[in-house]
Structures are given as structure tokens and as C-alpha cells.
């Protein structure tokens, strides 16, 4: 799978597993500094850690920001992709948003980010679940599974920690 935003053409063979039986997705990595500089990391600069060339909608050159409730991606030209909506906000501590870049709310998926101080700084748990919510359960999950540990390692990089798969 290339990246979050494209349909798995064959991402698992055979008979698809039901929806209810896919485990969520799940990725913790830790990056120097306090929780709440974490979550402002994460929140309010995306546009700055985000690999656009390889997971978004429009490609390079894009914006991706939280704008009110919103995950938003905004092309060279204007267009707009809006990834996901936010329904549960609590800086800086956690954000949980319906989540459905390229595509639309009705197929969304949950996705709930968490930051928590431990002694190295703060760790953040990435869980990304609700399947039964996609078009394709099962690409879907095997997408975010190949591209949230790459997503991650940016912002990991961005908060100035060092890179590479962290779990």
C-alpha cells in the first residue's frame, strides 16, 4: 500500500475478514520535550512535518491544518480535502477525530491521538480504529498499518527525537 489515502488493490488475499474482527491500529512513539508542546507540535504544525508527497490527497506543495473542528488539506490552487472532523478535543492531552482523507464522512474510521509525559518526555499513542466505518475494512486497516509508523517518525523528527520505528 502507497500510502493512507489510496484504495488497497490487494492488500489481503482471499476471503476479507469482517470488519468487527480487525484490530485497531496502534503506534506510540516519544519525542523530547513537555505534553503540551507535543500536542502543539502535533495540532497547530502539521504543515510543517507532514509528508505530503506521500500521504495526502493533493500532493506535494499542499497544506494540511486543524482549522476549527476540521482536518483540512489545501491544494496549490484552492481546492480543499477535508480528512476528518474532531469530536472530542482536550489540549493537550488527547483529540479524537472521524477520519476519512480522500474519501467522504460516510466511509470514516476513528482515529484518537494521546500524549502523556513520561521521564524521555512525552509519548504519543496513535489508535486507529472503526473499520466497519470504511468503503474496504480490510484495505483500509493494512493501509494505515503500513503508513502511520512513517507519518509518526516525521513528527517524531519535526520534535527534534530520533527517527526510526519506535513501536
Given amino acids: 500500500m502507497e500510502n493512507l489515502f489510496s484504495h488497497a488493490e490487494d492488500a489481503l488475499s482471499g476471503q476479507a475478514e469482517p470488519a468487527e474482527s480487525l484490530d ?8 523530547p520535550g513537555p505534553v503540551a508542546q507535543a500536542f502543539a507540535g502535533f ?5 510543517l512535518w507532514w509528508p505530503m508527497e506521500s500521504d495526502s490527497v493533493f500532493g506535494a506543495g499542499s497544506y494540511v ?17 477535508v480528512w476528518g472532523s474532531i469530536d472530542d478535543w482536550q489540549p493537550p492531552l488527547s483529540f479524537h477525530a472521524s477520519w476519512y482523507p480522500g474519501t467522504t464522512a460516510l466511509w470514516s474510521t476513528g482515529l484518537r491521538v494521546a500524549f502523556r509525559a513520561v521521564p524521555e518526555g512525552t509519548e504519543v499513542r496513535l ?30 523528527r519535526f520534535m527534534g527525537g530520533d527517527s526510526g520505528a519506535q513501536g
Fill in 24 to 31: 485497531p491500529v496502534i503506534h506510540t512513539v516519544t519525542v
Fill in 43 to 47: 495540532t497547530d504544525h502539521t504543515h
Fill in 65 to 81: 491544518e486543524f482549522e476549527d473542528i476540521l482536518i483540512l488539506e489545501t491544494a496549490d490552487d484552492g481546492r480543499t480535502s
Fill in 127 to 156: 489508535v486507529h480504529d472503526g473499520w466497519e466505518g470504511a468503503e474496504d475494512p480490510s484495505a483500509a486497516r493494512a493501509a494505515s498499518a503500513q503508513s502511520w509508523p512513517a507519518v509518526l517518525d516525521r513528527f517524531v
